[in-house]
Every structure is written in C-alpha cells, then in structure tokens.
C-alpha cells in the first residue's frame, strides 16, 4: 500500500498536538470516504469539522472514490478543499458478491497502517458499504472510538445487514432521523450515545435554494465526462439512477433493462448515472451500454459517471421525475419536493415522503409510476431527513462528547 500523507495533513499532524482541548489537545477526526455517494453523505460534516477550533480534519479516500471509472471524487473533494492524508487502492475488479467480500478483506488489511499513522481520536465511517464495514472493524479493534452516521434506518440489499453491524460497531451515532433513533436504541445503544443530527445530504440541499432558481445549462454539464447527445434542460428531462442489488445479483441486467425500457416508452431525454461498485454493476453497467448503442431512442439518452453533489442537486431541483433506487431521490429528494420512483428491493422499508411512488421492477409498472408523477409535478417541501444543520451538529458533538470504546449496552 502507498500511503500519500498531504502537507495539510502533515502540518495538523505537527502542530495539532500544541492546542489545548479541554486538559487535552485538539482532537483529531479522520473520515474515510469510499465511494461518491459517501461523499456526498458527508460533506457537509467534513467542512464543520474543518472549519471547528478544536477538530482537525484527516480525509481517507478509498474504494472507488480513488478510481477515474466511477469519476475520481478524489480530485472532486481536492477541488473542494480536502486534500487526502491517504489514499488506498481496495477495490478489487470483477463486483461480484466473493470480489466484494475480498475488498472488504483488503480494507481491513490496508486501514489499520492508516490509523497507525494518523493516531485519530475518532474514526467516522458513513451509512452502509463494503468499506463501511472494514472501517468500522479496523477502528473497533484498534480501540479507536468510532462514528457512524445514517445507522438505524431499514432497507433491502446486503445495506441492510452492513448498516446495523456497524451500529453496534459504533460507540457515537448520527442518525438521520427519530425513527432510526429509536431504532439503533432498541438494539440496546445507550440513548446518549445517540444523537439525532439529520442527513448531511440535506445541508446541502438547504444552502442551494436560491439556486434552485438557476436552471442549470448544458455548458455547466460540459466539464464532467461523459457520452451522448446533449441534452436541452430547458426542456423536461429524466434523471435516471439504478444501482445492482446484490441479494439479486444474478437479476442486474434484466432489471436495469426493464427501467430503461419503461424510460424508452416515455420518451423524456434521459440523463443516466453510471453504478456504483456493488456487487451486479457489470450486469447494470453492460444493460446500459447496450441500450445507448442499439435503442433508437437513445438519442434522447446521456450517461454521466459522477458530478459534484451540488450540480447534482440542481439537476434534481430541475429534472421532471428522478428513477431508480438511489436513496438521494428518497433523503434529498423528500427536501428538495422533486417528483421520484423508487424501484424494486434496494430501498424497501426506508422512511419516505409524499414525494416517492414505489414501483415493481417491470416496464409496465415503472412507466405507470413514472407518467403518475409526471402528471403531479412538484411537491411540498418534506423535513423528514433534517433541516440542513446536521455537519455543525456532528462536528460540535465530536468536539464535546467523552469517548468510549468499552461498550455498555443498555438492554
């Protein structure tokens, strides 16, 4: 493993230890981010904690957050000003189910030396991947105090099992919202381990507003690779953003075909994400190449590996329906009132507003689900992931809280 450790990160390393924190020093914070998603999970946390008195912040990229396939979200964080203290290769080709198991291994293999070198005071590990899980065994094991944030909460997939796991991996939890609270407090965590901070995602979504005003152009698209026709945004357009479910392993191509054909009868210029590395993204990946090469409506179809979160958002804001089974279309999505199908397994039993219809994975049912939210257009507002504070709630309550790594468990 090559471990790169930024100048920024050297600097803190240094000269953290010379501020007081409370009859101790300043506490270091180090947040392993693995894939786009997790990104976009925990940015606003990382510049609270940033910009907090008494943290310093040391940022992990690993996954496929540090591959150019799935957009290079390294450079993407560098360009918002978090330079990686390390960056580590674990993501071994393939994404089937023993490939992700493997990369699972190597995580726990190549985080320890990691922590060796930092010596954080916490680990924080977000939601529910592969890395996720390898995070959080590395930091439990080391005895370095862990958090977790969006535990508690109920889906289908192998997030399911990962997401509560790490929950009791975990000696501080951020939930997203009272529900999973209550949750990850009747799997017998102490309820003042557990704080109800809401979805960083949604910090973000709340600063864009204003935004939301300012259609985006498909000059700001240009920069972010990606192939297909341009789209005309001015006029209405499909976001479409289908992961593998890897319970369903097998059922990955057929499924994403069945989106895109239900996309294909609507007939709405499509802009496409590329999946994430979870076990079946070859299969969602090749049904989508296959589609753009031989459907005679892809000329309406664009396919984008990775934006920043924040176009991303604005894309939301201004897009006639969002389709797949991304959770952002049920968190920032419910905020942000755009009009969403949720298709099949992968989101099952997670809290959802008004804003999302749930769809089967057949053609006939996605097509019906999607013309229903298009006839509705926008909804209200929804709070039911956070108001947009949850980075300075999480950044204060590292700053203050006693950590512990002796579990006490209260059942």
């Known amino acids: ?25 300043v506490r270091k914070v180090c947040v392993v981010v693995g894939s786009r998603a997790n990104y976009g999970s925990i940015k606003s946390a990382m510049e609270a904690v940033q910009g907090h008195s008494d943290l310093a912040l040391y940022v992990v990229a690993a ?63 977000v939601g529910d991947r592969f890395e996720t899980m390898a995070t959080a065994v590395a930091a439990a094991y080391m005895n370095i105090p862990l958090a977790h944030t969006m535990g508690g909460e109920v889906t289908g997939n192998i997030d399911e099992s990962v997401r509560h796991a790490v929950t009791k991996l975990a000696n501080i939890h951020f939930p997203a919202s009272e529900g999973a609270a209550q949750n990850i407090i009747r799997m017998g965590e102490e309820p003042d381990s557990v704080h109800v901070v809401g979805c960083p995602r949604i910090d973000i979504a709340a600063r864009l507003l204003d935004d939301f005003d300012n259609p985006v152009t498909w000059e700001e698209m240009e920069a972010w690779a990606g192939v297909g026709p341009s789209l005309d945004l001015g006029k209405p357009f499909l976001m479409l ?14 499924q994403i075909n069945e989106t895109l054909q239900a996309v294909s009868a609507v007939g709405l210029q499509t802009l496409t994400f590329w999946p994430n590395a979870d076990a079946g993204q070859d299969g969602t990946a090749r049904g989508i ?26 894309l939301m804001g201004q897009c006639a329906c969002i389709i797949g089974n991304s959770s952002s279309a049920i968190r920032e999505g419910a905020f942000i009132g755009v009009p969403a199908v949720n298709i099949g397994s992968r989101q099952q039993g ?16 996605i097509e019906r689900a999607v013309r229903v939210q298009l006839d509705h257009g926008k909804y209200a507002s929804d709070h ?10 999480i950044a204060n309550v590292l700053a203050r809280a006693e950590f512990r790594t002796q579990k006490r468990l209260s059942y």
């Not at 089937?96 to 198991?101: D, L, Q």
């Open 241 to 254: 953003a289908q992961h593998p479910v890897t319970s369903e392993y097998d059922e990955t191509e057929s």
């Open 384 to 393: 039911i992931y956070g108001d947009g504070k949850a980075g300075e709630r």
């Open 350 to 365: 997670r809290e959802r507003a008004k804003n999302v219809i749930h769809s089967s994975p057949m053609r006939i049912d």
């Open 289 to 314: 190449r296959k589609f753009r090469e031989s459907d005679p409506r892809s000329d309406y179809f664009h396919v984008v590996k990775n934006l920043p979160v924040d176009l991303y958002m604005r």
């Open 1 to 25: 493993m090559r471990l790169e450790v930024s100048v920024f990160g050297k600097l803190l390393h240094c000269l953290g230890q010379e501020k007081i924190y409370g009859g101790g020093s």
């Open 63 to 125: 996954a496929s957050a540090v591959l150019d396939r799935f957009g290079s979200v390294v450079d993407l964080m560098a360009k918002d000003g978090f330079e990686s203290a390390a960056r580590i290769h674990l993501l071994i080709e393939g994404e089937t189910p023993a490939t992700m198991a493997k990369s699972t291994g190597l995580g726990l293999v190549e985080l320890p030396s990691v922590f060796e070198q930092i010596e954080p005071d916490v680990v924080v590990t």
